[in-house]
């Protein structure tokens, strides 16, 4: 994958500004709609969940305002999400390329992927910003973010290879993500507190690798400390693997991708 990306550096740089260039193309405010989407988003969630629900973060972020506490954890969804959603069309969108023999079908998922990182970035910088204004002051720790980031990328990149792959040969796979993606997030302590979760559904949470680089979000950004290591290089491991496999698939449905289209 690495070598993947320094050989066609060039080529995905492009493909990423083409793709950024696309979701606001015609606006008048153009690329500022990246750092305006997210600012509207922490506003309304400030108003909503502070002024009329007086919602409050439980256990060690008590001290958290509930929208701050809600934002750091849709940071790594929003990555997630809005990385599969533009992904699961990335090969069918671009039959005219992935017809050229010579052209890596790898690219296209993993540009997708690409782009949700530079705007999970944007909406990062967004949210530290709304945090000075509450008082809260980031520590040390964010310089660990990034590398939480990095798995992040390597799970939505396994997911964005499956969902583009299978996607070729069945288009009802592009609703069904939008689907998946709404179970997931509500099965997600995202909205809620894991300490609301009930025993019984408590293993099912954790065994979610998504869960803990959720939870590292959290205690990186809010409460500056650093998050469980073994569980983070468990969870990367194993996510690892996942990527492995993933790209392999990909690769082996990648032969009949032109036929397909």
């Given at each position: 994958m690495?070598?993947?990306i320094?050989?066609?550096?060039h080529l995905?740089?492009?493909?990423?500004a083409?793709?950024?260039?696309?979701?606001?193309?015609g606006?008048?405010?153009?690329i500022?709609?990246?750092f305006?989407?997210p600012?509207?988003?922490?506003c309304i969630?400030?108003?909503?969940?502070?002024?009329?629900?007086?919602a409050?973060?439980?256990?060690?972020?008590?001290?958290?305002p509930?929208?701050?506490?809600?934002?750091a954890?849709l940071?790594?969804?929003?990555?997630f999400?809005?990385?599969?959603?533009?992904?699961?069309?990335?090969i069918?969108?671009?039959s005219h390329?992935?017809?050229?023999?010579?052209?890596?079908?790898?690219?296209?998922?993993?540009?997708s992927?690409i782009?949700?990182?530079v705007?999970?970035?944007?909406?990062l910088s967004?949210?530290?910003?709304?945090?000075?204004f509450?008082?809260?002051?980031p520590?040390?720790?964010?310089?660990?973010?990034?590398l939480v980031?990095v798995?992040?990328?390597l799970?939505?990149?396994a997911?964005?290879?499956?969902?583009?792959?299978?996607?070729?040969f069945?288009?009802?796979?592009s609703q069904?993500?939008?689907?998946i993606?709404?179970?997931c997030?509500?099965?997600?302590?995202?909205?809620?507190?894991?300490?609301?979760?009930?025993?019984?559904?408590?293993?099912?949470?954790?065994?979610?690798?998504?869960?803990?680089?959720?939870q590292?979000?959290?205690e990186?950004?809010?409460l500056?400390?650093?998050?469980?290591?073994?569980?983070?290089c468990?969870?990367?491991?194993?996510?690892?693997?996942?990527?492995?496999?993933?790209?392999?698939?990909?690769?082996?449905?990648?032969?009949?991708f032109a036929?397909?289209?």
């Open positions: 690495i070598k993947l320094r050989h066609n550096r995905i740089a492009s493909m990423v083409r793709n950024l260039k696309a979701r606001f193309a606006t008048a405010m153009g500022l709609w990246s305006f989407l600012l509207v988003q922490v969630y400030t108003f909503v969940f502070s002024v009329i629900m007086h409050k973060a439980l256990g060690e972020y008590q001290h958290v509930f929208p701050i506490w809600l934002c954890g940071l790594p969804w929003n990555m999400s809005e990385g599969l959603g533009m992904a699961v069309g990335s069918t969108g671009n390329i992935v017809k050229k023999t010579m052209f890596d079908k790898r690219i296209l998922p993993l540009c992927v782009t949700s990182l705007n999970h970035g944007i909406a967004v949210l530290l910003v709304f945090m000075l509450f008082g809260i002051r520590g040390w720790t964010l310089l660990c973010l990034p980031s798995i992040v990328f799970w939505t990149l997911w964005a290879y499956i969902v583009a792959a299978l996607n070729v069945l288009r009802d796979i069904m993500v939008g689907v993606l709404n179970f997030f509500f099965a997600t302590p995202i909205v809620y507190s894991k300490d609301l979760v009930p025993p019984v559904f408590g293993m099912i949470v954790k065994a979610n690798p998504f869960f803990y680089l959720l590292a979000y959290r990186i950004i809010l500056n400390k650093l998050p469980n290591i073994f569980e983070l468990v969870v990367t491991a194993g996510i690892t693997l996942f990527l492995s496999a993933a790209v392999y698939l990909f690769k082996i449905l990648s032969y009949d036929d397909s289209l």
